[in-house]
């Protein structure tokens, strides 16, 4: 069994950074895809940003330039520093992990994120 717990979450306002935070525990390794995704008001769970084992690192168009995911093994956490916010970037942000080739994966609770004025 593998627990995330999101942190890092909170109001900003446009133009502004966070760094949200997944700490993972449990039956977890570094072999694990680890990856962001969100879910605006009104709007379809997205993929944000995945990292793989062997540290290869996708993004979403939309957030691309802006967002950047990283993760550190050695403390089973994984990172998204997100600069530039914008209004549409307003969203739960969940912390995901699978096992490749796997298709069972595990969520945390997700972290509210706000961007307005």
């Known amino acids: 069994q593998v627990q995330l717990v999101e942190s890092g979450g909170g109001l900003v306002q446009p133009g502004g950074s966070l760094r949200l935070s997944c700490e993972a525990s449990?039956?977890?390794?570094?072999?694990?895809?680890m990856s962001w995704y969100r879910q605006g008001p009104g709007k379809q769970r997205e993929l944000v940003a995945a990292?793989?084992?062997?540290?290869?690192?996708v993004y979403a168009d939309s957030v691309k330039g802006r967002f950047t995911a990283s993760r550190d093994n050695a403390k089973s956490t994984v990172y998204l520093q997100m600069n530039s916010l914008k209004p549409e970037d307003t969203a739960v942000y969940y912390c995901?992990?699978?096992?490749?080739?796997?298709?069972?994966?595990?969520w945390g609770q997700g972290t509210q994120v706000t961007v307005s004025s």
């Open positions: 990292i793989t084992s062997s540290g290869s690192i």
């Open positions: 449990g039956s977890i390794s570094r072999t694990y895809t």
């Open positions: 995901h992990a699978r096992l490749p080739p796997s298709v069972k994966a595990y």
